[in-house]
Nanobody, 126 residues
Framework: QLQLVESGGGLVQPGGSLRLSCKAS????????MAWFRQAPGKEREGVSC????????DYADSVKGRFTISRDTAEDAVYLQMSNLRPDDTAVYYC???????????????????WGPGTQVTVSS
């Protein structure tokens, strides 16, 4: 079984940056596409970004294109989300997830992902 643990969340002012990390253990995470999701209070969990294995292909939600960058380090069994120009509506719990296949799904729906981390809180506020 694949275990995922996120880190790097926190409080940041609007316009600031954060880098989230997701460390995998257990099964080889390099067999799967990996993604970041987020869930704000009272809202459904939404897909933010996905990266294939190997990390040739990436996908982003329209709301984060040009501001967020996903990457992976196969040697470290880790996936990262660099977030820049953060806005208050980026406030959410961010989750790392592993897909069932190497390529990202056409639609980043949570049901397509088999393993999840506990999440890390990101709060954007002045």
């Amino acid at each position: 079984q694949l275990q995922l643990v996120e880190s790097g969340g926190g409080l940041v002012q609007p316009g600031g940056s954060l880098r989230l990390s997701c460390k995998a253990s257990g099964l080889n995470p390099n067999l799967y596409a990996m993604a970041w999701f987020r869930q704000a209070p009272g809202k459904e969990r939404e897909g933010v970004s996905c990266i294939s294995s190997p990390g040739v292909y990436t996908d982003y939600a329209d709301s984060v294109k040009g501001r967020f960058t996903i990457s992976r380090d196969t040697a470290e069994d880790a996936v990262y989300l660099q977030m820049s120009n953060l806005r208050p509506d980026d406030t959410a719990v961010y989750y790392c997830a592993a897909h069932k296949f190497r390529l990202c799904p056409e639609v980043m729906h949570s049901s397509a992902f088999q393993s999840w981390g506990p999440g890390t809180q990101v709060t954007v506020s002045s």
